[in-house]
Each structure stands twice: as structure tokens, then as C-alpha cells.
């Protein structure tokens, strides 16, 4: 089979392309033909050694797939060949075929597409969790979400929407808040063109109920002086590469509620009750993952790269049947 492969730990650039045998499918596990892999910015961080997992090279990064099981281990009874499935890991998806256990796979919707079923999983799921049972959003509420062009922001604003709440969308080029706009975004503010604690003062007056913050950088301290009191901040990762030092003054005088976002975190009822919701959304398409770019597996460095740089609007993908 065809894989991408990190052979040692650098940017996209160390990235290559190469013919490997198929993995033995151990118990527990299936085997997956690949139609297409998602690239998120944690697959960045693990190819520089940056991530808070630490892969040894060589391996095959991306964290997020589908396609079809084409073998299923004798011990297998959840999975059969031929059905379309989904599935998330730390590394092992910019490749052909995909070996995985059972238990991290889930069955793909009928009517969904591959290319929508890979965008899917962590972004969306990332944002639903946080929006449900971390910031707690509720019909009516000011949401500010940063990053808004990106994969994790943008599946923010969209499902922020479904939630019932009004939506702030800051990001760094008009192209990305025109996206962010057609998915129901009401207030647009280019934090490159406009001083941004300024422009929230404006455009929240009363602040906001909850910002979801997947970006860190000098863009989190404007974000939460815009809440009002009593307020969730809640952050989900650092693109800007530059993680954020918050004065914890602000937190004190304005009696807000500053969190990070972790799956292992949250209730399993909650959790299956979230999941249970996502599954409808997209199943129904009234939630749909924007798919900026689709790269052939060749061009596994090119996408990196996009999203490495800040680039990408919504998902990138990677299809290995190219």
C-alpha cells in the first residue's frame, strides 16, 4: 500500500510517500481501505514532536478517516466487509488502508458521503462537546468564537448556531468570515484589520456567555475581557503556536469561568448524550462540515503545510483513491 510516513520528527516538509507492506491484523481489529483522511493541526504538532503524545518515527501520521472494512479479525462480531465506517487515532490515517481496533470506529450514516464523514469527526465533535457540556450554551446566548475559519472554529460557529446562540466569528482574512457568515455567523471581525478587544466592546456590548478559543496567542485576552460576568471561557488548543498568559485578575474581578477542553474530562452520560446529537445532525444535514481543499495522498505534505501556515477554511482533506 501507498502511506505517508514521517521518518523523523520536523515541519510537513520531512513527509514522504512510499510503497510499505499492510499491517497483520491482530485481534480485535479491521482492516480499512481509506477514501478519505481529514488533516487536523494536532497531526502538525505530532509530526514536529510538539504534541502532547510523543510518537517514534518511522510512522504514518493523521488522526482521522473513512472508508470501507475490508477485514475483520476472527474475534470481530461489531464490524463486517463491505461496511462504511469512520475513525479517529493518533496517527496511522494518510494512508491507503488504515489497520485499527473495532472499538475506535463508528458506522457511517447512509446518505453521508466519504469526503463528509471524514471532515466530521474530530472538529465537530470538538466543538460539540465543548459548546454542550463545557461553555453550556443555551438558546439566546452571545458566543465568540475564535479562529473561525479554521476546522475546530468554524464546526463552532456552525453547531453554536444549531445550538439557538448568536455568533461572533473572529478570524484572519475575509474569506474565512465570509465562510464563517454563510454558516450563520451574525458579527464578523477581522482581528488583522481591527484592534479586537475594541471591536468586541462594540459589537458585545453586554459581553458574551461563552468564547470557544482554539487559537491562544494574543488573541485570548481580548476574547475574555469581552465576557460578561459570570461567563465561560474555554479553550481548546493553541494554533497560533503561542499558548497565552491570562491575568488572572480578570478572572477574579469578572467572576468568569476559565476551562480547558479534554474528552476524558466529561460525564459519560453526557458524552453519549452529545454524541447521540451529532449523529443526528449529520445524518439530517442540518450540520454539514465545509471542506475547504481535497489533496491527493501525493500532496500529503502540501496539506500540512495549508494548515501548519493558518491557511485552511473549514476541513482539508486527503484522498488516498487519487
Do not use: W
Request: hydrophobic residues 45%; proline residues 6%.
Amino acid at each position: 500500500m501507498r502511506a505517508a510516513v514521517c521518518p523523523e520528527y520536523g515541519p510537513p516538509e520531512v513527509v514522504r510517500i512510499e510503497a510499505r507492506p499492510s499491517v497483520p491484523l491482530a485481534d480485535g481489529h479491521v482492516r480499512v481501505r481509506a477514501a478519505a483522511a481529514a488533516v487536523n493541526f494536532p497531526d502538525v504538532l505530532v509530526i514536529a514532536d510538539r504534541y502532547q503524545v510523543s510518537v517514534p518515527p518511522p510512522f504514518v501520521p493523521g488522526s482521522e478517516y473513512a472508508g470501507v472494512v475490508e477485514e475483520v479479525a476472527e474475534d470481530v462480531t461489531s464490524f463486517a466487509v463491505g461496511d462504511r465506517v469512520t475513525g479517529t487515532g493518533i496517527v496511522g490515517a494518510f494512508a491507503e488502508e488504515v489497520v485499527a481496533p473495532a472499538r475506535s470506529l463508528t458506522r457511517i450514516p447512509d446518505g453521508v458521503g466519504d469526503h463528509a464523514a471524514a471532515a466530521f469527526g474530530v472538529a465537530h465533535r470538538t466543538a460539540y462537546h465543548t459548546l454542550r457540556s463545557v461553555a453550556l450554551v443555551e438558546p439566546g446566548d452571545e458566543v465568540i468564537v475564535l479562529g473561525a475559519g479554521g476546522g475546530v472554529g468554524l464546526a463552532a460557529v456552525q453547531l453554536a448556531v444549531t445550538l439557538g446562540a448568536t455568533v461572533t466569528a473572529v478570524a484572519s482574512s475575509a474569506e474565512k468570515l465570509d465562510v464563517a457568515a454563510s454558516y450563520g455567523a451574525t458579527r464578523l471581525v477581522n482581528h488583522r484589520e481591527r484592534d479586537l478587544r475594541a471591536t468586541l466592546r462594540t459589537a458585545v456590548p453586554e459581553g458574551a456567555q461563552a468564547v470557544v478559543d482554539p487559537v491562544g496567542g494574543e488573541l485570548s485576552e481580548a476574547a475574555l475581557r469581552s465576557l460578561r460576568r459570570g461567563g465561560r471561557f474555554v479553550t481548546v488548543g493553541f494554533a497560533s503556536g503561542t499558548i497565552p498568559r491570562i491575568p488572572l485578575n480578570l478572572v477574579l474581578v469578572k467572576g468568569v469561568r476559565l476551562q480547558g477542553f479534554q474528552f476524558q474530562d466529561l460525564d459519560r452520560e453526557e458524552f453519549r448524550r452529545n454524541e447521540k446529537e451529532l449523529e443526528d445532525l449529520l445524518a439530517s444535514e442540518r450540520v454539514v462540515p465545509h471542506i475547504g481543499a481535497v489533496f491527493p495522498l501525493s500532496e500529503t505534505v502540501e496539506a500540512l503545510r495549508q494548515v501548519a501556515d493558518g491557511k485552511a477554511v473549514g476541513k482539508v482533506l486527503i484522498d488516498p483513491t487519487r
